[in-house]
C-alpha cells in the first residue's frame, strides 16, 4: 500500500463525536510508552502525524487521521502505567471500552508489544479482553532495534506460550522497529488485503 495522503481529522473523548462509521478504521493501542505514536509516524511516512513525547501517557484521547481519503488509522490512549491519576485512567477506561463496543466499521486493532520486556500482565489481559469482545486484533512488537534478534525470539515464544493458555489460534503477529522502519510494509499490506477483502 503506498500512503499518499495522511491528515488529522478529530481528536476527542466523546466516542459520540467521531467521525461517522462510513470508513474502515485500523486503531493502535499499547502500554504507555510503547512507542505508539513513532510506529504510526513510520507506517505513514509523517515525521509527526502523531505527536511523541517521553512522558508515558501522552496520549489522552482518541485521534482520527484519514488516510488516503479511503479509512481511518485510531490512535488510542494507552493502558497500563502512566503518571497520571487513578480518575484519568478510568476515564480513559472507559472511553476505551465505548470506542470498541459502538465502532461497526473497526476492522483491526493493532495491539502494540514492547519487545524488550517479558510478557506482561497488562498486555496479556488486555488482549484477551479485546478476544472476549469479539474485536479482530493483530500484535506489533515494538523497539526490536534495540535487541538481538535471539532476545526478539525469546519474548515472542514467551508471549505466544502464554496466549495460547487461551487462545486456540494466534492473531497475526508483527515485528517492528520505528527507527529502522522494520515491519512497515508488512503491516501495510496486512491492511491493504483487510481493506479488498471487505469490498
Not at 83 to 94: D, G, H, I, L, P
Amino acid at each position: 500500500m503506498d500512503i499518499r495522503q495522511a491528515e488529522f481529522v478529530v481528536s476527542n473523548t466523546d466516542v459520540s463525536k467521531c467521525p461517522q462509521t462510513d470508513k474502515p478504521e485500523f486503531a493502535f493501542i499499547g502500554r504507555s510508552n510503547v512507542g505508539k505514536s513513532s510506529l504510526i509516524n513510520m507506517l505513514t511516512a509523517r515525521k509527526d502525524l502523531a505527536k511523541t513525547s517521553s512522558t508515558p501517557g501522552k496520549t489522552q484521547t482518541i485521534n482520527h487521521f484519514l488516510i488516503n481519503k479511503a479509512w481511518y488509522l485510531v490512535d488510542l490512549p494507552g493502558y497500563g502505567y502512566a503518571q497520571v491519576s487513578k480518575t484519568n485512567r478510568e476515564s480513559w477506561s472507559s472511553m476505551i471500552d465505548q470506542y470498541f463496543k459502538l465502532r461497526d466499521n473497526l476492522y483491526c486493532t493493532f495491539i502494540l508489544i514492547d519487545s524488550r520486556l517479558e510478557p506482561q500482565a497488562s498486555d496479556i489481559n488486555f488482549i484477551n479482553r479485546l478476544g472476549k469482545m469479539g474485536i479482530p486484533i493483530a500484535l506489533a512488537f515494538t523497539k526490536t532495534d534495540k535487541m538481538k534478534q535471539s532476545e526478539q525470539a525469546k519474548t515472542r515464544n514467551q508471549l505466544e506460550k502464554e496466549l495460547l493458555k487461551t487462545w486456540e489460534e494466534l492473531p497475526p503477529i508483527f515485528v517492528t522497529s520505528a527507527e529502522k522502519k522494520t515491519g512497515r510494509n508488512p503491516m501495510l499490506d496486512f491492511i491493504e488485503t483487510a481493506l479488498d477483502a471487505k469490498r
